[in-house]
Each structure stands twice: as structure tokens, then as C-alpha cells.
């Protein structure tokens, strides 16, 4: 009797630091009521039972029962998913997350991501979880920690997981797609297990489970080699910016000008695509290989570092993270990375003769090869009746650009390394 009596007293002082809003057994303490979850810890169960209570309320708790504390884990929710919700434009008017997964989902949809509805905010008795055009947001400074949000009753995709509040490098992606192609299309936050942050981090703590990254809190450190070397830079990182975090960027090989692109926006051709499939250049006296201008890279870019000027497009160096989503866009491949440091490039892909290239563009390289003569470092080859130069011979010396006739060639102009990028890549140096 005595027992009972002093469990139920003690419980009595325990509920009154509990949060008090009964998270119907969907929270980590597995207990319908906060007076349950009380009545359990008074009876034996951890001190730090309901995972919603912080470190001065369980050393409370753990004082009544006479108890040494434990410390505490100090975790907040997080969505796997940072992309366009699965399907959330066919699933946007049903009442439930539950409804729509029953329908299932369309080719082209993420069948693993997050369906936008809304049904875990339900779940969240601290108000910490809102829905923002198809996304939830998960407000860090409300969120308790109680993880009720994070179950297959509140969420039939399983994305949300628990992870600690003071976390910097976040993976948003839980696509268990093989195919990294399709991945690419589906969803350009979408990681495609390529491993390259695995290999890179020094602690151990990433690895590829059901394709795609996932990060080990208990080893992770929060340095930046996995940020580095995410090729699609999905990679989340409150610490660093990720603008200057990389070691290449996208470069696109044409000098364009507006012409072509007027010629298809007159055609009614709105699409990259649209305009390789269907129309002739030569029938049009545009170049054969150059940039349509219809802005199918721009639309991909997740950081607004590509932009078209005057008819052909232009990558912002500093904005460029290096994802290489561009490059997968443009059906003439004329993307490609180059390194994130001062060098000469050539913006031509023309494989013309010259008087065909002198016709459609002023700006064309014309295969003289008086840049590869003069090149001190032999950096410079001809490739399909132009110009390439080779990054890694290089030495960013002006030679190039003085003998070119049509001064085509142009330098690639780009901050220095910061400290802090240098350490990062030195981290697995020669991969």
C-alpha cells in the first residue's frame, strides 16, 4: 500500500512537468496521456520517459523519484524530402497523406517523398508543423522533440525521422529509386547514390541505404567534405555556403547571340527539346550546334545561376554550386563543368567549316588553331573544328586570348579558394 502510495504522489509532481498534451500514444513515450506517462516513470520506467522534456525537467523528475538523471537527447523532426511533394498537384484537394498513397503514384511522380497533404501536422500538439504550397515545414524553435510526427500513423511515407537539434548537415532526400536518370528528371533534390559523400567523410558517417545517403548524428561532425562533394549539391548546410563550396562549376560552350533563339520563339518553340526534335538550323541559317535559347537549363536551376542573355544562356559563376542538373537538361550537351578557378575557356561547340560558321556567328571559334600554335603549356587542342582547352595544363596566361582573330575565347573569372573550400578538398586529396 505504501508503494502505491508513494508511485501515485510521485506521480502527482512528475505530471505537472510533463508538457501536458497528450500526444495519444504517437509520441516517443508510447503512452495515450501525459498522467500515463507519469504513472510509468513513477513506477519504474526511465526519468527521461517522454522525449519532449528538457534536460532541467528531467533532472526534476529524477529528483523526485530519488533517482540519479540521464541526459537527455535533444532532437527535433526532420523531412526527408526537399523536393516537389509526390504528386501533390493530382493529391492536392484529398482530405488525407493515407488517401493519396492508396492511389498511387504516376510515372514521373516521387513514389518516396513527401505527399503534401498535410496528415503528420495533425500529429503536433506543440504547433511546430505548417503546410506551405505542398511542403511541410517544420519549425525548429517549436518543435518538442516528442516525435509523433515521426510514425507510420502520422506518416504513411515513413520520411520524418528524429535527429539532434544542433545538427548542420542535413540529407533531405528518401527516394529508394535505382535508376539515377530518373531520379535526375523526377526531382532535382534528389539524391542519386552516388557515393561520393560516403568516400569523402572523414568520420565514417554517411552511407547508402535503399539509394540514398544517409547521415550517423553520433559520428558526424559537421565539417564540410560531404557538402563538397555532393555531386547534385543537395546536401543541406547551415554552417557554410554552399555558393563557394565546390570545386567545379557548369560552363556553357557557346557564344551565342539572339538570333537562333528569335528564330524559334517566332516558330512557336518554347522548349530546348521541342527545337532539336523538330526544326533544321540550316533551313533557318542558325548554327547547327548552338544554344537554342529556350531556357530548359534555367529551369532546372535549383540557385538561379543560369540565366539567358541575349538569346543564349550564361552561367553565374558565383551562384553555380556545381550540380550538374544544366547539364542533363540541355539536349545539345553544350554544358559542361569546369574548374572553380581562373582559366581560359572556349564558348564554342561548332563542328561547321569556316565559311558555314562565319555565316550564322560572328563569334564562333573558325578552327584557326593560332591559340593552340602559340600556347606556351600545349593546354590547347582542336576538337571538331574548334578549340578546347584543357583545364588542368592551363596556367590562365593571356597568350590564347591575344592571338585569337575573333576573340573568342574568354577567361573564366571566379573568386579564389577560400580557406575553408582548400581544407575541404584536401580532406580525400586525388579523388
Do not use: W
Not at 503528420?120 to 506551405?132: G, P, R, W
Not at 537549363?297 to 550540380?323: E, F, Q
Amino acid at each position: 500500500m505504501s508503494t502505491n502510495h508513494n508511485a501515485a504522489g510521485e506521480a502527482a509532481k512528475i505530471v505537472e512537468l510533463l508538457p501536458g498534451v497528450n500526444c495519444g500514444g504517437y509520441g516517443g513515450c508510447g503512452k495515450e496521456t501525459c498522467q500515463e506517462c507519469a504513472e510509468a516513470i513513477a513506477n519504474g520506467a526511465s526519468v527521461a520517459l517522454c522525449p519532449a522534456c528538457t534536460q532541467d525537467k528531467v533532472d526534476e523528475i529524477a529528483k523526485i523519484m530519488g533517482t540519479e538523471s540521464v541526459e537527455v537527447k535533444d532532437e527535433v523532426a526532420f523531412i526527408l524530402c526537399n523536393g516537389d511533394s509526390a504528386g501533390k498537384e493530382r493529391f492536392k484537394d484529398l482530405k488525407s497523406c493515407a488517401e493519396a498513397a492508396n492511389l498511387g503514384f504516376k510515372r514521373g511522380e516521387c513514389k518516396d517523398g513527401c505527399i503534401g497533404i498535410g496528415s503528420c501536422i495533425d500529429f503536433c500538439k506543440f504547433d511546430a508543423m505548417t503546410l506551405s504550397n505542398g511542403r511541410v515545414i517544420i519549425d525548429k524553435e517549436k518543435c518538442s522533440g516528442c516525435g509523433a510526427c515521426a510514425n507510420a500513423e502520422s506518416c504513411v511515407q515513413n520520411i520524418i525521422t528524429m535527429i539532434p537539434r544542433d545538427a548542420t548537415n542535413f540529407i533531405p532526400c528518401s527516394s529508394k529509386e535505382e535508376d539515377d536518370e530518373k531520379t535526375r528528371e523526377i526531382c532535382g533534390f534528389g539524391c542519386i547514390a552516388c557515393s561520393d559523400c560516403v568516400r569523402a567523410c572523414p568520420e565514417g558517417a554517411i552511407e547508402i541505404i535503399d539509394n540514398h545517403a544517409v547521415i550517423d548524428y553520433d559520428k558526424c561532425v559537421g565539417c564540410v567534405a560531404c557538402t563538397v562533394k555532393c555531386k547534385k549539391k543537395i546536401i543541406i548546410d547551415t554552417m557554410h555556403d554552399l555558393t563557394k563550396l565546390k570545386d567545379k562549376v557548369a560552363f556553357v560552350k557557346c557564344n551565342g547571340g539572339k538570333k537562333a533563339s528569335e528564330v524559334y520563339e517566332n516558330l512557336g518553340i518554347t522548349d530546348c527539346s521541342e527545337a532539336v526534335a523538330k526544326i533544321n538550323p540550316k533551313d533557318y541559317n542558325i548554327c547547327t550546334t548552338g544554344c537554342t535559347g529556350q531556357g530548359n537549363c534555367t529551369k532546372v536551376c535549383r540557385y538561379d545561376a543560369i540565366s539567358i542573355v541575349d538569346g543564349t544562356a550564361k552561367v553565374d559563376p558565383d551562384k553555380c554550386v556545381g550540380c550538374k542538373d544544366c547539364t542533363y537538361a540541355c539536349p545539345k550537351d553544350l554544358i559542361v563543368m569546369v574548374p572553380y578557378k581562373g582559366i581560359k575557356l572556349v564558348p564554342c561547340s561548332s563542328t561547321e567549316d569556316y565559311e558555314d560558321k562565319a555565316k550564322v556567328c560572328d563569334s564562333a571559334c573558325i578552327g584557326c588553331e593560332d591559340c593552340k600554335v602559340n600556347c606556351p603549356n600545349e593546354a590547347i587542342y582542336m576538337e571538331d573544328a574548334h578549340a578546347v582547352i584543357d583545364s588542368d595544363l592551363c596556367e590562365n596566361c593571356e597568350v590564347c586570348q591575344y592571338m585569337c582573330p575573333r576573340s573568342v575565347i574568354v577567361e573564366q573569372e571566379v573568386p579564389e579558394y577560400n580557406y575553408l573550400q582548400r581544407d575541404a578538398l584536401g580532406i580525400r586529396e586525388g579523388e
